[in-house]
């Protein structure tokens, strides 16, 4: 399959209304804001949500949350293993790991291998004495997803909860209530940039059909991603922005396409010309 041959630029439009769009769990799961008091959801959050949408599509993905596994392994060191088999840590691995799972050929993978623990012989290090002489190899992959960022700062409303149910022996006796907050973010409109490299893709095999799933799937982002902290309804794409150039270098930098767009409060946009195209896709 031929690799990607064009550059890619794109851009998320996310509007929140009455939701936690990502805790913070070192901040007691508030939303995440900058210092600003900007809005702020996480590149990872964002891979996280599209891994989903991909998988759910059907494509083969290796880092899979628990709750959607689609096979037996519970780590992604015995899925490796088990996929990849004694190729694992040989010349091959960037080869089969890249043709076996979307996600590593898109966004990179790190593959951390130990080394079989062996016994300990003189002038040996303690490291290798233990078996610690594994080695790392690491996958570029040419889609990056920037964090997305609210164009105003945002109002977060914390809301004070309670638990209280009849949990223990035969229900006779009613457990203490348990205190608890829940927080939401009020409204907000997000923006998130994301670019996918030629250059890139050639090493690990990413096409322009695979390219066409990113585009596909974006406005998608929140199908099927219901919680208590995002009701459906809660999250929305609004739009995505596909640029496309017509070489592998590009018509521009990815700053100065990025730099052509401007979101308004209420989630409309405007681009400017900046000689490469851009192609307006309405949320789903």
């Not at 210092?35 to 996280?48: A, Q």
């Not at 929140?222 to 640029?243: H, I, L, Q, T, Y």
Request: glycine share 10%; proline share 4%; aromatic share 6%.
């Amino acid at each position: 399959m031929t690799t990607l041959q064009n550059k890619v630029d794109f851009a998320i439009v996310l509007r929140v209304k009455n939701a936690n769009p990502n805790g913070d769990p070192l901040n007691g799961n508030r939303p995440r804001t900058d210092y600003g008091g900007l809005g702020e959801i996480t590149d990872v959050c964002l891979k996280r949500k599209l891994r989903d949408r991909l998988q759910e599509a059907g494509q083969p993905i290796f880092v899979q949350s628990d709750d959607r596994r689609k096979d037996e392994h519970r780590s992604l060191a015995n899925r490796a293993k088990a996929v990849l088999g004694d190729k694992l840590g040989g010349p091959e691995t960037v080869t089969l790991a890249c043709g076996t799972w979307f996600d590593v050929r898109a966004f990179g993978q790190l593959f951390a291998i130990k080394a079989a623990k062996k016994s300990s012989k003189k002038g040996e290090s303690a490291d290798e004495a233990s078996g610690d002489t594994g080695i790392s190899i690491g996958i570029r992959g040419p889609v990056t997803i920037q964090s997305a960022f609210s164009v105003e700062p945002v109002s977060i409303t914390s809301t004070q909860i309670t638990k209280s149910v009849n949990g223990e022996g035969d229900g006779a006796r009613r457990t203490p209530d348990t205190m608890g907050m829940k927080h939401r973010v009020d409204h907000g409109i997000y923006v998130s940039y994301g670019s996918i490299n030629p250059q890139l893709a050639e090493r690990t095999g990413f096409s322009a059909k695979d390219a066409e799933a990113i585009k596909q799937w974006l406005p998608k982002l929140f199908e099927n991603d219901a919680s208590s902290a995002r009701p459906n309804g809660s999250m929305e794409v609004v739009k995505v922005v596909w640029w496309q150039h017509d070489s592998k270098a590009g018509k521009c930098s990815s700053a100065k396409v990025h730099g052509s767009l401007t979101v308004a409060a209420d989630g409309s946009i405007s681009v400017a010309d900046i000689g490469v195209k851009p192609e307006i896709i309405e949320g789903f």
